[in-house]
């Protein structure tokens, strides 16, 4: 049922020892605990609610997607989770209002097919994931107290390794331990099939034996052991309420599908002369005079006993789905109807929640598992309005509809909001069921509440597919509809850009017709998978059976728009691999901006949707704008990286430097190199402009090669005289996983004569996070070369310490934004607290960007004596820098 985070939640054990466990385990954990499939929350506890600051019916149900802030970060958690199988990490996750946080994560193996389980904790503001306790040393024993049955916790050999005081109780009287012997001297188990399994349990000491159930331990290959109560003696205890057992009237529960009798009470057994053992199992027509099979209410004649007699009955269904009736009659000397059911303790201990309402509609009764849910009792409801157990949500006219239900048909069902006693709202299963009398008046309607979690999970995938294309797992175009019409104010007020794309495959029938259908879906999902990984801003939807529509968000210039259509065509053309095929496609692409080219969604189909027929006038490959501005841009973008792969032969790439300083006295104690791009038309280009273009046209290795040859080659001159100074120069995490930078690098310094220790690498922060083989390798090799390792923009993340212990690094280098807002007492905090970490770990330190006087004084107060930036010099060609040495 929901919950409120806030609630004391109490497990009810009495339904099974396995329902019992997973409800302790959930709410006894600290940790935050989702239970998931592939696609949807299936269940949270309190913990997460706290943790994502979203309140149980805003998580359970809802699309796991829905945890993330977006789908790109969705697909790779999902990948890392279930696909990769990651066991531990941290995840980004979104919070209400647009915020973010980290959180440490701890995967279990599926629990099911499709069903996964994810612990979830706080992750420190350094990004260090703490070190999580086996499940044997926090939770187990917490769950262990918690359960009213004994609990046994089996290693592989047979040994109890933990025991609960139920188990320590029931095999040990003189109070010793259990722990360390073997279960075999307590008990023997038969029925073991399977892993997870019903068992009976034979004591060594003689008493009778238990049921009892195997479930998975805490470590691999153990088991935990709960034992039940003993068995029935007899199928009529199976309902062991003493208001049913002793009530003055005759009471028969009957099975809807044959009539069969399952359960008597003492007076049924005393008016028909039959022992209650001996009723059930026997069919309602055997004790009737007449012989008909009826549950229909009215006067019947009994037999049994000494003589037949006639009594007036009352029938009842017991749950909602009518698989269950009561039957209650009086004895041969009443001349009054049976007692009216909210009169009676029928179901005080029904582990549902019950209502009963009278004939005027009043609540007349509640039972214990309403309460319990609600947080109240019958003195706050007792003869008002069944409207006043409800949330409010629904209006005079849904009761009205329920109670004219009730009166025509006698029965309702339905969606029912209650409250709690916080006043907070809830769904929950209604069905109502109406009792009468003899005389055939209704005198009162029960009504039985059932969980909708399941129902809503239900929901929630049906919810799924409908939004989703089932092939390739891509939104449908009404989804993007949705999300256009959600970020359209927010980016129209911050004078931002939406752009809505079309994508179409030429000719893609002729891959089905060659290859066949199953290779031209396997393309289909690879080609998904690509498009939607192209680029953050990008989101797609499948349109049609060769047709994509993308939507291009967060975007401030209009010339990032060409940027990401670019992306999305060069996505389409690299040769996607399906079974023993290779096949290469080309798409067309037409597209049109809001809020330029029109203020709706829809509007921008239309205009999209013609963009894209002037491109397929084109040819195939071309992309077309509605903007005519748009469609230049694109064509410079083309230009320019015709003209970037010509920089290297050219000799067009030049470096600067920029001097880092020891700010404590101003000496020069290091260089920072920095590539630019001396385009013969368009003048200096720094690096951040034209390297993004070299990614994408697949030249950024030889220009990352060449720049590496440049730097050493300065350096070493400088050395020769005599000016022994380091320098560092940016690598990215391409050059060092398929560049082979630890096989080219050792060349590059024998032919400069530039010692290793002079050079020092910034590598970006995913060089610690990916676990690429080929990536540690290399940062590994090059340390054994003498190559110093700095990993730069560090603050803009949580310092990933536990890395940085991991990985041959001996500098960090503080993100601009970090010192650009030095004021700001956040951001102050931060920085304090890398700069301990740092020198922890004894790593230096080095600030980037410093341009104000304030921000030096700031940071020599923290210790951080090495900085660079515009405060002290721009950065200069190689002629000027020397100067300054």
Known sequence: MPRDPDDLFVPDLTEGAEAGLYLSLFELMTEGLIIASDES????????????????????????????????????????????????????????????????????????????????????????????QRAADTVWPRLAAALDQPALVIDARGKIMAANAPARRRFDAHGGALTGRDLSALCSLSGTARDT??????????????????????????????????????????????????????????????????AANAMAAQLHGRDRAALVGMRLSTLRDDGLDTLGAGRWRWRGGTAPFTATTAVAALDGAHSEWLITHAGPDATSAPAALADLDLFGTNARAVVVIDAEHRIQSVNAAFTAITGLDLDALAHQPLSAAASGRQDDAFFARLMRSLGTDQCWQGEFWLRNRKGEAFPEW??????????????AHIGLFSDLSARKQAEARADYLANHDALTGLPKAHFIEARFNELAPGAQRRL????????????????????????????L???????????PRVQLARVGSDRFLAMIHGVELLSEITRDANLLHEAVSAPIKAGDTSVTLSACIGAAVFPGDGANFHELCTLAAAAL??????????????????????????ALERALTHAVSRNELVMHFQPVIDARDGRIVAAEALVRWQHPDLGLIPAHQFLPIAQSAGIDLEIGQQALRMVCAHAAEWHQAGLTMPVAIGATEHMLTYGRLHETLPEILRSSGLPASALELNLPETCLIHEHDDLVKTLYALDSLGVRIAITSIGATPL???????????????????????????????????LAAAGALGLGVQAVGVEFAEQQAALLALDCQQQQGRLFAAPLPPDDFAQLL
């Open 41 to 132: 929350i299936l269940e949270v506890n309190s913990a997460v609610c706290r943790l994502m600051e979203r309140s149980y019916r805003d998580l359970a149900g809802q699309p796991l997607s829905s945890l993330f802030p977006n789908e790109r970060a969705f697909l790779k958690a999902r990948g890392a989770l279930f696909i990769q199988g990651e066991m531990r990490g941290s995840l980004r996750v979104s919070l209400p209002g647009g915020r973010e946080r980290d959180l440490s994560y701890v995967a279990a193996a599926r629990i099911r097919p499709g069903v996964h389980a994810l612990i979830l904790s706080p992750d420190p503001v350094t990004g260090l994931t703490p070190k999580v």
């Open 197 to 262: 399994s019903p068992v009976t349990v034979t004591p060594a000491d003689g008493a009778p034996p238990m049921p009892g159930r195997l479930l998975p331990g805490p470590e691999p290959g153990w088991q935990v052991l709960l034992l039940s109560a003993p068995p029935p003696v007899a199928a009529v205890d199976t309902r062991p309420s003493l208001a049913f057992r002793l009530a003055p009237q005759a009471m028969l529960v009957v099975r809807d599908s044959d009539h069969t009798i399952l």
């Open 430 to 443: 209604l069905s109502f069921n109406s009792v009468k009398d003899a005389a055939g008046q209704t005198v």
């Open 496 to 523: 931002q850009h939406l752009a809505l794309a079309y994508v179409d495959i030429d000719q893609f029938k002729r891959i089905n017709t060659t290859h066949g259908h199953a290779v031209g879906d396997q393309v």
């Open 525 to 535: 999902q690879q080609l998904a998978g690509r498009l939607r990984q192209c680029s």
């Open 613 to 638: 027929e002037r491109a397929r006038l084109d040819g195939p490959g071309a992309i077309c704008f509605h903007t005519e501005e748009l469609n230049t841009a694109s064509f410079e973008q083309v």
């Open 800 to 834: 990933p310490l536990g890395r940085l212990r991991q990985r041959p690094v001996h500098r960090v280098k503080l993100d601009r934004a970090l010192v650009r807002d030095l004021a700001n007492p956040d951001n102050h905090s931060v920085l304090a607290a890398t």
